[in-house]
């Protein structure tokens, strides 16, 4: 989006109320983001960069490792006290972490993908 879109948007309605749906549309159509099949081309760990972050996506053959694996990371963060972000869809779970107070990353951050991926292998391997 344009820098002074809104503002170019506003005065444009003032002089135009007649036509508010075509700024309507156009203002959609700009903030329509493309949907990317991100997730699954991260299979190891990846940085990110805005802010700088690591990301990895993992993905279960059943919905039983799936909760297996957030709970067990769930008792690591708190445990910590370092959280990352997770988002799931389906069998897929996404983490990004960094340290937010610092929008950058630190050694907590390496810590926590290297448990993710530690609680990631014993799920995988070991619970069915």
């Not at 299979?43 to 990895?56: G, H, M």
């Not at 993905?59 to 297996?68: G, M, V």
Request: net charge neutral.
């Amino acid at each position: 989006m344009n820098k002074g879109f809104f503002k170019k948007l506003g005065n444009s309605l003032r002089q135009k109320p007649a036509d508010r749906e075509r700024y309507a549309s156009r203002l959609l159509s700009e903030m329509a983001v493309p949907v990317k099949a991100r997730l699954h081309s991260r299979r190891e760990w990846e940085i990110l960069e805005e802010p700088r972050r690591l990301a990895r996506a993992y993905s279960f053959n059943n919905q039983n490792k799936l909760q297996e694996f957030i709970s067990e990371l769930l008792d690591y963060q708190g445990k910590t006290n370092h959280s990352g972000d997770i988002r799931i869809d389906h069998h897929d779970v996404l983490i990004e972490v960094y340290t937010k107070d610092l929008n950058n990353l630190t050694e907590l951050d390496y810590e926590y993908a290297k448990m993710a991926d530690m609680i990631y292998q014993d799920v995988e391997h070991y619970r069915d």
